[in-house]
C-alpha cells in the first residue's frame, strides 16, 4: 500500500488531496500545524483507518516512522490576507519546510512534489506564461514574502534533484476556486462571492481591468496526481487558460447569487499582478491533463457550499 505524507493537508487544496488518494489506496498522513488550515475540512477521514493527522509545523524537523512512498508539500499561506498576517511562517515554510521535506523524501527515498505558484512569474511581462519564463518579482515588496518562498523552495527542489537525485516534481498552481475555501481568506472569489451573499457592495481593486484564470479544485487535484506519477522534474503549470477580467467575473457572480449589490472599486493593491494566464501545454503533453469543468459549473458548486456555511453562522 502507498504511503503519502502531505503537509498542508487541512488546508484548502491539502484537504481535497487527502480524499484523491485515500480513493486512490492510499495510506495518507495528513501534516498540518492549523494557522491556515482547518481539522473540519478533515473530520470526515478521521475514521479511516488508512487516515492519519499529525498536528506540526514543517518547519520544524519531522520525523514519520516507516516507509514513506510520497511527499507532497501544501503547507504554506497562500492567500494576500495570510501572508501578510504570517510573513516570517510563510518565508519559514517555504524555505525550512521545503528542506525538511526534501530531507524526509531523500532519507525514505520517495518522491517529493512541491506545491509552487504561479506567483512566481510576479506581475508578468509575459502573457500567457509559460514555464520557461523566469518571472517579474519585486523582491522586497509585501507580496515577495510568499513569491521569493516560492521562488527559492523550487530552487532547493531542484538542488536535491541534481546533486542528491531525489525523485522530485514542481507544480507552479495558478488561481484555484472550490470547496473548503474560507470565505475569509482574502482570494477574489470568496471576497465577491461573500459580499454577494450578504448583500453587501463587491469590491473590486483597480479599474477591474486585470485578469485572472479560475480552475476548480476537483481538475487541480486531477493534474497534481498525475504529475506525481509522470517522469518529469522541471515545473508544469497547473492551471485554466480560460482568462477572466475581475470585472466580469464579478457580474458572473451578481448573475449566480441574484444578489443586488453594487460595485465598489478600490485603489490596486502594492505588486498586484495584471494578468494571469498558464499556458498548459506542457501539462497537456506530459501528463494529458487539461481542466475539465467549466466556470460556471464550479462556482455552482462553490456557490452551495458557501450558502451552507453562511447558513451555520
Known amino acids: 500500500m502507498p504511503r503519502t505524507v502531505i503537509t498542508g493537508g487541512a488546508g484548502f487544496v491539502g484537504s481535497h488531496l487527502c480524499d484523491r488518494f485515500l480513493a486512490e489506496g492510499h495510506e495518507v498522513v495528513c501534516v498540518d500545524n492549523f494557522i491556515t488550515g482547518n481539522p473540519a475540512n478533515v473530520n470526515h477521514l478521521r475514521q479511516n483507518q488508512r487516515f492519519t493527522l499529525l498536528q506540526h509545523d514543517i518547519s520544524r524537523p519531522l520525523e514519520i516512522e516507516g516507509e514513506v512512498s510520497n511527499i507532497l508539500h501544501f503547507a504554506s499561506p497562500a492567500s494576500p490576507v ?20 526534501l530531507g524526509l523524501a531523500k532519507l525514505k527515498n520517495a518522491r517529493f512534489l512541491l506545491a509552487s505558484t504561479s506567483e512566481v512569474y510576479g506581475d508578468p511581462e509575459q502573457h500567457p506564461q509559460r514555464e520557461d519564463y523566469w518571472g517579474h518579482v519585486n523582491s522586497i515588496g509585501v507580496r515577495g514574502v510568499y513569491d521569493e518562498a516560492k521562488r527559492f523552495a523550487e530552487s532547493m527542489t531542484m538542488a536535491y534533484h541534481r546533486f542528491h537525485s531525489v525523485n522530485t516534481r514542481i507544480c507552479r498552481i495558478f488561481n484555484t476556486y472550490g470547496e473548503r475555501m474560507r470565505l475569509d481568506d482574502g482570494r477574489v ?50 492551471g485554466n487558460p480560460n482568462e477572466v477580467t475581475i470585472l466580469e467575473f464579478a457580474r458572473e457572480i451578481l ?30 503533453r506530459l501528463l494529458g491533463w487539461e481542466p475539465k469543468v467549466a466556470r460556471q459549473d464550479g462556482l455552482r458548486r462553490t456557490l452551495a457550499y458557501f450558502q451552507a456555511k453562511l447558513a451555520k453562522i
Open 189 to 238: 472569489l470568496p471576497n465577491l462571492m461573500g459580499q454577494a451573499l450578504r448583500g453587501e457592495p463587491l469590491t473590486i481593486y483597480g479599474d477591474g481591468s486585470q485578469t485572472r484564470s479560475f480552475c476548480y479544485v476537483a481538475d487541480l487535484v486531477d493534474g497534481i496526481f498525475r504529475l506525481l506519477h509522470a517522469d518529469f522534474h522541471e515545473p508544469v503549470n497547473l
Open 255 to 284: 448573475a449566480l447569487t441574484g444578489s443586488k449589490s453594487e460595485v465598489t472599486f478600490k485603489p490596486l493593491p502594492q505588486d498586484d499582478p495584471k494578468v494571469r494566464r498558464p499556458d498548459i501545454e506542457r501539462a497537456r
Open 82 to 101: 495570510d501572508y501578510l498576517r504570517f510573513p516570517i511562517p510563510t518565508l519559514k515554510v517555504g524555505s525550512l519546510g521545503t528542506h525538511n521535506g
